[in-house]
Structure formats: structure tokens, C-alpha cells
């Protein structure tokens, strides 16, 4: 009789999930559990994170719990060292071993180590479109750019795996009982616009999403063309929040596009979304290769390419959206406000931070994991040091000229004039910067 413990991690899902789906084939019972961990050196942690990401986090390990339940199975939501929860959790329900999904970042593969030296602990790869094994050279051969990556990655063709069904869970062990997780401290910011963006946590929605832009809207059809978009739901697909947490797989959502293009006919738009996800594998794999290089001041070269002042009131202009650029403020009240920005905006923000006002790279990159729901470590410091020309790219600057972008991506101003009126509604005190 093998009895498990399943530590839910980035992977907030039952579908597709190759960690689940190995403990399911091997544990005859199971206990499930999702640590928020306490403590500033957890990027899932609470101290870390602002309200939207918290809530979108809550909400997915709601819908989480209620599809165990709906199976006879349930979620524990413990919160503290994830390291000690795990561990005493399995001690107290008699686990013999442990199961998750590898994660690739800093703290999160240490905690994973930590266990593996007290219990046999099974590390799944699970949160990439391409798996490991299947690329074409060792990790630490990643080509130094993108499209060298791609090309290799494309040169057969791509072959990515199928995706797991839900498994067949085993039960928990008897006399466990908990109460549904019902969170409370969901509430979202009042007084915004009726139609204003905004993202509800779980697998559910996650797939509600992925039908209204593919086969609702067709919106997929014409993505190479709106993806520069900035106002509303449907220029881009929305998924990264989903994709952040695990609620869905790159995997699903690749085999959902190839589903689409079978029905509906494939063209440059339902590629470019299998682009993208390239992009999303490309800097999951330099973190894999480079570990906490990533978080050097210098990114992945020798030294800056800018000069650093980090001057202390350009950095709470940037942060309230008080510079002198309506485009960047516009997007940086949209991402307070909303938890979300789109692809456009963070370059244009990004760009403005690094080298029109010389600020520290890895402070901006904070206030993003504070503020973006779809906050994603690799992503994250992937595209900062893209934008700061720090990382992999053969580019040494990414300088944008906002002025232009602006006039580009929001001739008429929309998008500037809406998000300028409500962040003048709801601003942000200047000593709530740190
Ligand atoms: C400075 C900066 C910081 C960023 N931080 C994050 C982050 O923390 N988390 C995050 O998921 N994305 C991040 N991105 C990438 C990108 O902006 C978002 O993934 C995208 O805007 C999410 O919107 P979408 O899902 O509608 O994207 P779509 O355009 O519909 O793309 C589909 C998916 O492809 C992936 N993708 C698209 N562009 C990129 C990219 N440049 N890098 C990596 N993956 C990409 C995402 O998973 C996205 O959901 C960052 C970009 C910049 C410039």
C-alpha cells in the first residue's frame, strides 16, 4: 500500500499534469496540498504579491478544490514554510513519498531539494510546450538567440507530446476530512468601468477563455494582426495569467490551436500563438541554464549596458505613473489597477525605465511581480534583460522611442486618455512605493 502526498506547485490543474499523472499511477492513496508560503524569499508568497495575483491564486485553488471534491478528492491550502508543511504533512498522514511538478527558479528548486534529502521525492517536468528531452541539444547548448532556438526547435517540425487526460485520482486516506476552501478577501477594486479586464483564477475560466478567443470570436485567426493591440479583451489571447499558475498546460493550449486550425483552417495568426509559446520555453530554458545568474544586476553579460542611477524620484514617478511620458503612465495605472498589461505596454514601460530614466532593472522587475497576476519568474526576468540588453540577444540596445509608440499603437488616444482619467481617479500615494 503506497500512500502519497502531492504538492500542487505552479500546476494548479488535473489535466495534463505529468507529475499528477505519475502519482496517480503509482499511489494507491493520496493527500493533496498547495503551501502559500510565508516569508519574502517566495515569490508565492503573500508578501510578495499584490491583491490581484493573491486573488487570482486564491481563485484558482478554489476551482482546484471543488474539481477534487467533484472526484472524491480534496485540496489542502496550509500556509507557512512550504519546505516544513510538506514535510510534516507527510509525516502526519504516513506519506512514503512526495510528487510535483519541477519548478526552474531559485528558491523553488531548493525547497524541492530540501524534501528530496528527507523523503523520496518524484520531480516532474511538466510546464513547457517542448519537454526537456525533446529538444535537439543539451539545455546548456540553448542557442544564444531566439530564432536559432526556434529554427532548431521547428526543423522537423515541431513534435510536441500529447497532452495527459485527467487520471483516475486515488482516494485520500480515511478519516481525513476538511472543510471546501472558501477564501475569503476576494473582492476587486470598486469603481472601475463596468467592461474593465478582469481575470478570475482557475482551470474553468482558463478554458472558458480559450473558447471564446478561438472558436467564439476567431479572434485566433487574426492575432499576427491585433497582437500589438492595447485596449480590451480580444487582441491578444489573455492566457498568460492561466499559463502562470499551471491552470492550463502550453501543451493543451498548442493541441487546442491544432484543433482549431483542423476546424476553422490554419494560417500566420494560429501560428503565431504557437510563437509565442516558444518564446514563453525559450526563457523557461535559460533560466534552467543559467539558475541565479538570471538575477544579476548584469543580467547574462559582464556589465551594464546603461548607466545605473536609480534615482529615487524617477523611480516613484515610474511607479505612480507620474513621468513625463502619458504612455508609460497610462500603462503603468492600467497594471495597478488591473494586474495586466499588454505585450506593448511592458516593452514601452520597460524600456523607458532602463534607459530614459536609468533605473534599476531588478527593481522594476519587482514592482512587476507585485502587480502582474500573470507574473512569471522565468518570463519576467527573461524579458527585462532582453529589453536592458543584459541578456540573450544580439541587439545591445532595445531602446524604445515612446513618442513614436505611442503615436503608433494609440493614434487616437484612447487607450492613453482612459487609463490617464482613472489612474487621476484612483492614484497611488507615493510613500506606498518602496
Ligand atoms: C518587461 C516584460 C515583462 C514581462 N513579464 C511577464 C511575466 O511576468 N509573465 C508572463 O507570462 N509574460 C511576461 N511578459 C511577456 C508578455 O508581455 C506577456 O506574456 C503577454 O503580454 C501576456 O498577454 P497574452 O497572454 O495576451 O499574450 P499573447 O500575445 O496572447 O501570447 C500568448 C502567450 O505566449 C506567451 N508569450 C507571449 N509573449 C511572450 C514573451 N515576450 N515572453 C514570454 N512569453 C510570451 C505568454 O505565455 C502568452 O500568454 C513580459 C514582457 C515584458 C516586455
Known amino acids: 500500500m503506497m500512500r502519497a502526498l502531492y504538492w500542487f506547485r505552479e500546476d494548479l490543474r488535473l489535466l495534463d499534469n505529468p507529475a499528477l499523472t505519475a502519482m496517480a499511477q503509482k499511489a494507491d492513496e493520496a493527500v493533496f496540498v498547495f503551501v502559500i508560503p510565508s516569508g519574502p524569499e517566495w515569490s508565492q508568497g503573500e508578501e510578495r504579491m499584490g491583491d490581484h495575483r493573491r486573488r487570482f491564486m486564491l481563485e484558482s485553488l478554489a476551482d482546484l478544490d471543488r474539481e477534487l471534491r467533484g472526484i472524491g478528492q480534496q485540496l489542502r ?65 540553448l542557442p544564444e538567440i531566439f530564432s536559432r532556438f526556434r529554427n532548431k526547435v521547428e526543423k522537423r517540425g515541431l513534435d510536441i507530446r500529447p497532452e495527459f487526460p485527467i487520471p483516475k485520482l486515488p482516494p485520500p486516506p480515511q478519516g481525513m476530512e476538511s472543510t471546501p476552501f472558501d477564501p475569503d478577501g476576494l473582492q476587486r477594486l470598486a469603481g472601475l468601468p463596468e467592461d474593465t479586464m478582469c481575470f478570475e483564477g482557475g482551470a474553468l475560466t482558463g478554458w472558458k477563455r480559450l473558447q471564446h478567443y478561438f472558436w467564439g470570436t476567431h479572434s485566433l485567426s487574426s492575432y499576427k494582426q491585433t497582437r500589438n493591440g492595447m485596449l480590451g479583451w480580444d487582441y491578444s489571447s489573455k492566457f498568460s495569467p492561466w499559463l502562470a499558475w499551471g491552470c492550463m498546460s502550453p501543451r493543451s493550449i498548442y493541441h487546442a490551436i491544432r484543433r482549431y486550425e483542423e476546424e476553422e483552417g490554419s494560417n500566420e495568426s494560429t501560428y503565431w500563438l504557437i510563437f509565442e509559446l516558444l518564446w514563453r520555453d525559450y526563457f523557461r530554458f535559460v533560466a534552467m541554464q543559467h539558475g541565479n545568474r538570471i538575477w544579476h544586476a548584469t543580467g547574462l553579460k559582464e556589465s551594464a549596458r546603461n548607466p545605473v542611477s536609480h534615482h529615487p524620484l524617477q523611480w516613484k514617478a515610474w511607479c505612480t505613473g507620474t513621468t513625463r511620458s502619458p504612455f508609460v503612465n497610462a500603462n503603468m495605472h492600467e497594471l495597478r489597477l488591473t494586474g495586466f498589461m499588454s505585450n506593448r505596454g511592458r516593452q514601452n514601460v520597460a524600456s523607458y525605465a532602463i534607459h530614459d530614466l536609468g533605473l534599476d532593472w531588478r527593481a522594476c522587475a519587482e514592482w512587476f511581480e507585485h502587480w502582474l497576476i500573470d507574473f512569471d519568474p522565468c518570463s519576467n526576468t527573461g524579458n527585462w534583460l532582453y529589453v536592458g540588453g543584459i541578456g540573450y540577444d544580439p541587439r545591445p540596445q532595445r531602446k524604445f522611442d515612446v513618442d513614436w509608440q505611442a503615436e503608433r499603437y494609440d493614434a487616437d488616444g484612447a487607450y492613453q486618455s482612459h487609463w490617464n482619467r482613472l489612474g487621476g481617479i484612483f492614484p497611488l500615494d507615493p510613500d506606498a512605493v518602496p
Open 77 to 141: 491550502v496550509l500556509q507557512g514554510n512550504p519546505v516544513e508543511c510538506v514535510l510534516q504533512t507527510a509525516k502526519e498522514w504516513n506519506c512514503q513519498a512526495v510528487f510535483s511538478q519541477r519548478c526552474h527558479t531559485g528558491e523553488e528548486t531548493q525547497s524541492a531539494e530540501s524534501i528530496s534529502t528527507m523523503i523520496p521525492h518524484h520531480v516532474v517536468e511538466g510546464s513547457t510546450l517542448v519537454h526537456p528531452e525533446d529538444l535537439p541539444f543539451a539545455v546548456e547548448d
